[in-house]
């Protein structure tokens, strides 16, 4: 979701991180094309793991790579850091991102993607709702994203 969104193709996403529930870190480089098909991406899985990154094929750049955690020392240090959750406060994405986000000060989005339990608040500075319900990771990231590139008139 986050890949294919306009944010990303301006440049304006530097990092994601995937953090799995066998405590595996995974940094994947925003100009990754993941897989389309479920059987090329348990295939790609499968060799990230094994060989502990993957590089481009014209290229030097790893585009996944396993490192070693916690996931707060890859932020970037001033970074404000707001973690998703439906039984923090409600607020209106669009609104929030407009008011409470400084242009020069790098944001860190928290998102859980995972059935039961909660995100590690440890090291979130706030923690906001975007909905009343509770919401699939990439519907979340979906509303992040667009109101981000609103904030930033890209269409």
């Given at each position: 979701?986050?890949?294919?969104?306009?944010?990303?193709?301006?440049?304006?996403?530097?990092?994601?991180?995937?953090?799995?529930?066998?405590?595996?870190?995974?940094?994947?480089?925003?100009?990754?094309?993941?897989?389309?098909?479920?059987?090329?991406?348990?295939?790609?899985?499968?060799?990230l793991l094994q060989?502990?990154?993957?590089?481009?094929?014209?290229?030097?750049?790893?585009?996944?790579?396993?490192?070693?955690?916690?996931?707060?020392?890859?932020?970037?240090?001033?970074?404000?850091?707001?973690?998703?959750?439906?039984?923090?406060?409600?607020?209106?994405?669009?609104?929030?991102?407009?008011?409470?986000?400084?242009?020069?000060?790098?944001?860190?989005?928290?998102?859980?993607?995972?059935?039961?339990?909660?995100?590690?608040?440890?090291?979130?500075?706030?923690?906001?709702?975007?909905?009343?319900?509770?919401?699939?990771?990439?519907?979340?990231?979906?509303?992040?994203?667009?109101?981000?590139?609103?904030?930033?008139?890209?269409?």
């Amino acid at each position: 979701m986050i890949l294919d969104s306009p944010l990303n193709k301006a440049g304006k996403v530097k990092g994601i991180y995937i953090h799995t529930a066998k405590n595996v870190l995974i940094q994947v480089n925003p100009k990754v094309r993941i897989p389309r098909t479920f059987k090329r991406f348990c295939g790609l899985m499968v060799q990230l793991l094994q060989k502990l990154s993957i590089r481009a094929t014209n290229g030097p750049d790893k585009l996944l790579k396993v490192v070693k955690g916690p996931v707060a020392k890859y932020f970037p240090a001033d970074a404000k850091r707001i973690g998703f959750s439906v039984k923090a406060d409600l607020v209106p994405v669009h609104t929030w991102v407009q008011t409470k986000l400084e242009d020069a000060k790098p944001v860190v989005f928290v998102v859980g993607a995972f059935a039961h339990g909660a995100i590690d608040t440890s090291y979130v500075d706030e923690e906001i709702a975007v909905s009343q319900y509770p919401l699939s990771a990439a519907y979340a990231l979906s509303r992040i994203t667009n109101a981000m590139e609103m904030k930033w008139g890209i269409n």
